[in-house]
């Protein structure tokens, strides 16, 4: 399909279609992962943003428009951008947050990226925003990240200072990102998680992942551990 | 519209039509938001109740009737009110509540009014009642209160009194709002939160807001603060 | 209708007719609740019972089967039982608890029994099992329960100890409410809450303040409360 | 319909379709619980596999194939297993717990086996590790695991270590199920829950029962127990 593009202009209008085609999966596909979020209450208040990759070369990615309302979401409320954060294609304008989805698309080459503002991940993210880190270990549920074979595994999920200057938090991200290239997501302070994947459904579950284990963290931070063996009863 | 309710028969016929249309659209969209928040358990047992302006000259409002389970809403669940509360339209008894929503649209010049009882906002505003306020700083999703630019923003949630009278409280409430024209809600002491915005729309976003935000608030104040920074692993 | 059912035969098909028409729509509207609960997770893994008064005089209950999954109620999932909780219509057999209902439908002439299991009266039930009460007062959700027409009401709700043995819990109870007329439920301890109404919608109305209420003082006693008033900012 | 598998051919063929139907009507019904259970938050990020019983000789199991989103199980997400854990019908792979599935089933004759990753069973499981148990007493809720009567029985829960070699581990899970047979489920430590039924609705029931009373357990060993009868207003 992209190499197609190239080509002359009944391959190229096969692609054009294709390419629409594309983009009103993805869309689509966003908007259904949305509402779920939405009814979940990751995303309450308009926030939060979605983005799919339609083709890495030329950059085009489907985005949420900024300012909806993520339980209402739709195919028609995407718009299709370019490598520069353009509008390329439906109406409205994009996300401000659009650079980081870019960067993250740039350096790690995902082919979807979910932003969502939790309850858990506002809260774990200012009570250890001093330490700049959350390390998670021991659980299974690690398994669901991408690449992760046992619950022995250390996942580490930095927290950025959060910054209304879009370009300068995403430089970064950037940064963050080439120097840490194992990392599944990340968190802005008292803002919320960034994560991304292969796939819209990688994505999806990436965010269901660390928002099941952000909710142990913090409420296995408030349980006192059971000392050693006096066994059954 | 408004201007055309001044005219002959005809054209006052169609503004009645308008108007008449403008009544239940907003209805409808009112009681969709109100099954909204019965499902997230913010209006149980019959609480809350739901406003927004027809036209603001002559004061015209769409109200829930009082005492009706809000997961069952609908369009005929409203009854238009005047700047008195007077029931001018629809079957049943405004909110008791009304004085209230009154107060807010006449000092603000608001289009709707929202009030839920959320678990969150009826704990929190009965653990600060003695200090008469939440402030709440630091938050991305402060940004999706109206005109708030950046999560560096203080909100100032006042707590007033509870009270079963409602000319008395409705007093309190327009004072409390002439003083502070920058509020975007307040809170009655164990009883829940009142919002409002330009639309149905903005007041629902406000809602989510809040409730959000309260929730972050109380588990935030249960949770230790890491210190300082020994990083990575 | 009750009177009609002691005439001749034509009136007495219609008023059997009425009477099963009767229960029809209690035990759709039961079901209807029912599910709702279920959705909340108060009446998980088979546990609860929902009933509602066809007549006094003879005393007819639509009750739930026993055993059955709350999600999946419908008007068949409900039996119809006489005054000593034998089964005279439908199929099934009444719950085991049967006995509590007819106890307080006899005793307060309610129309509509309703009984759940939530973590939160498992929780609170436990917790304050020594003092045999919980008290509630100063909250505006008080108001939902009949009667009531102020926040600065105290509802007492009373814990009683669980037994397998219905008839002896069910003389408890008899006892229980002869003594306190005004109580709008009780719970068993570590078991769940028993609440009641004129019709159904009012039993489902106490359900849900009495559900709401309970999350509220089991988490208000977690918070600390802020000192005096060093306000605004 | 075993039986009928040992005959002629015509009687073979009604045998096998007759499979086949049970092999659909199984998976759909898992299908739907699983769904439920996704809707709950106990089955996030693809976690959690379901299987039944489609005849213990020669044993075949209906089981969820591996790494599928498991808000959107329908009858093709399953696959049919023997008892090697080899698929014998469907396309997929069985999830890599299979033989923890096989385990329990050869061991206690389950018709149903359910495994779920919820916050609660992973919190708990951590914070009880070092004991390798949590006993649940005296709550009404534990009448829905099969066979107890009464609120006063202690149900042992067993934590196992956690582990990603699945032979070795259905070992253990075998030895354990040999020497305690009166178990309704385990835990695997910081992963999840394991429990069964004769059929997929005790399976579903002793889910909710599980989920519900580890979750109140959690919950009430942060709640203080009041003392003593000061009681009345």
Chains 1, 2, 3, 4 share one sequence.
């Not at 489907?62 to 954060?85: H, R």
Request: charged share 20%; with cysteine; proline share 2%.
């Amino acid at each position: 399909m992209d190499s197609g593009s190239q080509r002359l202009a009944p391959a190229a209008d096969i692609a054009c279609s294709t390419a629409s085609e594309k983009f009103m999966a993805l869309a689509s596909e966003l908007a259904a992962v949305g509402r779920g979020f939405y009814a979940r209450g990751w995303v309450l208040g308009t926030s939060g943003n979605f983005s799919a990759v339609i083709s890495h070369e030329p950059m085009r990615l489907a985005i949420t428009s900024t300012g909806l309302d993520k339980g209402a979401l739709d195919a028609a409320s995407f718009i299709e951008m370019d490598e520069s954060a353009r509008v390329v294609g439906g109406s409205g304008k994009p996300s401000a947050e659009a650079l980081l989805h870019l960067a993250i698309v740039r350096e790690l080459g995902a082919g979807a990226v979910l932003h969502t503002h939790s309850v858990w991940s506002t809260v774990l993210s200012g009570a250890n925003a001093a330490r700049g880190v959350v390390e998670i270990r021991g659980y299974e549920m690690l398994k669901g990240l991408g690449g992760v074979r046992t619950h022995e595994h250390t996942e580490w999920l930095p927290i950025l200072e959060n910054s209304q200057d879009m370009t300068e938090l995403s430089v970064r991200v950037t940064k963050l990102l080439r120097d840490r290239r194992e990392l599944h997501g990340f968190l802005l302070r008292e803002h919320g998680l960034y994560t991304w994947g292969a796939t819209v459904q990688e994505a999806k579950r990436h965010v269901e992942i660390f928002e099941f284990l952000m909710e142990v963290v913090v409420r296995a931070s408030a349980l006192p551990r059971a000392e050693s063996t006096e066994k059954g009863s």
